[in-house]
């Protein structure tokens, strides 16, 4: 190792501060990341699209990109978190949550609020259903529908949970400064909104349909 490496080792430390990831209370596992950024934005796999000489929109396709990386990531945290209540380490968990939230929910209900295609929705509620922490029972007004609710045990795993995924969301909102937890909730709900308002009207038209109509 010789000089050349410090030098340079003192200019990228003089480069981060001068960045917008700078804070007055950084420490090296910041610096550490925003290298790790810098090297991944230099080497982009939009580049592969541009050498290829396809037109592409570097913000959008960065945008699915992390909305996906962040998605596999926040599964995995969620398996950890919830690693003592096995029966809610997948969606489970959410299919629950709901309920409690809005109880009396028929089957078609609890999984268009999660967003999910029937029949994964349908293996979810199958699985509650034998884990012994939701029930059913006709609706009173069409007996062709079953309606909803925790059981006495699905209570309990709720209450219990709760500690858990609350530590769980923590970690997921990672070192975001309040007013970046607010911004970001902000554009995610104005994302999500727009998704539902697609997911529950466009449901059966192809993705140059939905563009043509709901984006344009």
């Known amino acids: 190792m010789n000089t050349d ?12 501060e001068n960045s917008e990831a700078y804070k007055p209370h950084s ?6 990341l925003w290298l790790n950024d810098k090297k ?10 541009k050498n290829e000489q396809h037109q592409v929109s570097f913000t959008e396709n960065e945008i699915c990109k992390q909305v996906l990386l962040l998605g596999r990531y926040s ?6 978190g919830l690693n003592d209540f096995p029966e809610l380490a997948n969606e489970e968990f959410t299919y629950l949550y709901r309920l409690k939230d809005e109880p009396n929910l028929s089957k078609i209900q609890l ?5 999910h295609e029937k029949q994964t929705g349908t293996q979810i509620i199958k699985r509650l259903l034998e884990y012994g922490l939701i029930e059913e029972k006709n609706d009173s007004e069409d007996k062709r529908s079953k309606r909803l609710n925790l059981t006495e045990k699905g209570e309990d ?8 995924v609350n530590l769980t969301s923590r970690i997921l909102a990672g070192k975001l400064e309040n007013n970046e937890k607010a911004e970001l909730l902000e ?3 104005k994302l999500n909104d727009f998704h539902s308002h697609v997911y529950s009207e466009y449901k059966r038209f192809n993705i140059d349909e939905i563009l043509e109509i709901s984006v344009t």
């Open 75 to 80: 599964r995995q945290l969620i398996r950890k």
């Open 40 to 49: 991944y934005r230099k080497e982009s796999p939009t580049k592969l699209f």
């Open 187 to 189: 554009l995610l709900r």
């Open 111 to 115: 999984i268009e609020r999660n967003g």
């Open 5 to 16: 490496f410090f030098i340079d080792l003192l200019h990228q430390v003089k480069e981060f």
């Open 27 to 32: 420490n090296v596992e910041d610096f550490r």
């Open 157 to 164: 795993y709720f209450h219990r949970s709760v500690a858990k």
